[in-house]
Every structure is written in C-alpha cells, then in structure tokens.
C-alpha cells in the first residue's frame, strides 16, 4: 500500500462536510467506484454495454490545478480556501487530499507572504483590497509551476520583491502571471493579464507529447487518469495513416496532437477558447506536426460548414464541456456521417441525452462505453464512447 493510502482515512478530510467539493468521501475508494459505474449503468445501459470502470491506482494529490479564494476575516486574519459547494462562502483550506501538495504549498506561502509585503486581501462587497485568488498549475511530468496572482486592482505595490521571495521558496515556480479581474464576477479569471516572470506558461508532458498550457486554457486535471482516458480514445479511434480526424472541443489540442503521432493523416482541431487555440498551435509545432490545424470558434458552427464541403472527415472525436453537444453540433454530425465517432464526455447526463438525439435522429449506433475516474472523492465521472453507424 502507497504512503499516502496509509496516512489517509476514508472521511477523514476535516472539512469534507463543510466544503461538499468531495461529495463521495464517506465512501471507501471501491465503493466510489461502484457508485460511479452504477450512475452510468443506470443512464447508458439503454445504449450498450458499461466496461467496468478504470480506477485511479493512488487516488490522492491528484489535481494540477489548484484554486484558492482569498479573504480577511473581522479580527483581520488572513484565510485562503475553496468555495463552498453551490455557495459564495468560503471554506478555509489548507491542505486537501485531492490537489497537489506543492500547489498547496505555494498557496499556504503566498498567504503568509501578505502582511509583510503590506498586502491585502480583496473585498468583494467595498470592492476595495488587492488579492482575490491564487491559481496554481503544475506539469506533473516536468515540475513546471505557473503562479497566476488574481488581483482587483492593476497596481501591485514591490511586485518585483514579492515575486523573487516567492520564487526563492519555490525554485519550481517558472512563471507568475498577474490576472486583473475587477468585476463582480463567479469568475476567477479576468481579461487582462501582465507577466511578471517567465513565459506566462507552463508545459507538461502526456502520452509523449508536449503540451504548453497558459492560464486560461483549458487542461485535464488529473494527468495519471488523462493517460488512460486519452489511450482508451485513441484506441476507439482506430487510426489508419489515410484518416481525416476532426477534433472537436480540442483545448490545448491534446487529442488532435496524440492522435496525429499515433498515425492520424490529417488533423483538424476546433476550439472556442483563443488562449487554447494559440496553444493548440504551439503545441503542433513543438511536437513536430505539420498534418494538423487549429481553427478558433464554435464546434456546432465549424461543423455545420464542415459537413457542406467535399473532403468529409473519416473520424471525429468530440469532447464538449459538462452542457453537453449542441443540436446543431449532432446533426451535421449525421450530415458529414465519418464512419467513427468517439465521444469523451465529463457528464454523464448529457451524454445520454446526446446519444439519445443520435440514435433518434441517425443509424450512429453505440459500440463501447468507457468509464475512467478521473476525479476520485468527488461525484464526477469521465466516459469515453464508441460509435459508427449500424
Ligand atoms: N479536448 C480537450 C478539452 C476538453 S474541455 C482536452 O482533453 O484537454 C472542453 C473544451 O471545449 C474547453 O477547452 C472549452 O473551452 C471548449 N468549448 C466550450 N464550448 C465550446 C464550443 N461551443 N465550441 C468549441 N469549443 C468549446
């Protein structure tokens, strides 16, 4: 048994009730499981068979990416942490069972750094202060930190003094960026960005591709898992060295990418994001690609101009966000009809609903359901899914 499954009880969070971000940590790790594949049993069976479902091996620390909200109580003690499940009140955190220790780390230091660099934290209800969050991500493969300071204000009294104290504690740290977010917002992030140190991005390493990853584009959490789920994907895929595939909901372009080295002919990827998409085309020429595109924009929009001209797509994966495909997105799917799609869906809910539209509406039948867990303690399960017409 691994050194973190000893230290660790199952429940064992002392704010497991207080937060809710891990809704299934009363429940030994095999029961999670049995859970999550009795969820999409229940709403996919209709569809196919349910592979049982892929366990995480050490499922701890397991989240690159790590967010803490910032406040200061009425004494004027300093507090950073997560937001209460479905609230806007913050739960002090220090160290959590899920997210990366370093990350962790660095916030926990960060917070400590404040008062003696007359720092403050922000208030959302004066609008006045100077820190609302902190976002750290980390390469799990290479050890590159990214640092993204969320503040209200633009002004960052001695920046310079408190980015090299920070980065002498951690050596890690290859980049801090300052977000400027000064809305009345749910959002962590705000439009306006300065680097203070670095490149302003981060690269990590998966399935032997590099991937670069600035602060707001879109990476999968929990790379141990990623490698599995993105295997299983290609593995649906079936390549042929003659296959178009088109990567729809590409991110970064970390599909598209893996799919490209592992024998794709062209690759064609589509995000709406335009921090990902330029991401997305370092990415391809870092890893020496030049059979693949990134376009940026609306999937159902790309694909319903896609599925009008000639040259047809022989494969499409898709990986929408937890809403789901659109309408528009599925029937020109059916229009452009490539002979496989793979579909990679963080919701199991609107998956069924879009396989349900799929199996109404054309002859896509299912052919593989694969679940992988990729948020273990939370309720949150992944599926990858084969399909090609009957
Ligand atoms: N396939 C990638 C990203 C999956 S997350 C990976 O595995 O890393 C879903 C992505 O869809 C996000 O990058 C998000 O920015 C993007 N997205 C959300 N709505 C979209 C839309 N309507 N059209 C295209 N991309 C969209």
Redesign the pocket.
Known sequence: MSQSKQNIKNGSCPVYKKCGGCQLQNLTYEEQLRFKQNKVVKLLKSFGRVEPIIGMENPYYYRNKVQAAFFTDRKGKIHSGVYQSGTHRIVSVDDCQIEDRLADEIIVAIRKMLPSFRLTTYNEDTRKGFLRHVLVKRGFSTNQVMVVLVTGTPIFPSKNNFVKALREKFPQIITVVQNINPFKTNLVLGDRQIVLYGKGYIEDELCSCRFRISPK????INPAQ?EILYGKAIEFAGLKGSDTVL??????G??GIIAAKHGAGQVVG????GD?VRDAIQNAKANQLNNIRFFK????EFMESVAEEDKKPDIVMM???RAGS?EQFLSSLIKMSPKTVVY?SCNPETLARDLDYLRKNSDYRVKKIQPVDMFPHTQHVETVVLLSRK
């Not at 584009?217 to 999968?220: A, H, I, L, N, V």
């Not at 990567?247 to 970064?252: F, I």
């Not at 924009?297 to 159902?300: N, P, R, S, T, V």
């Open positions: 584009s879109f990476y999968q990623t990567d729809t909901y590409c991110g970064v970390t599909i589509v995000e709406l994001n990902a924009g609306d999937a159902g990986d929408p966000p659109s990679v």
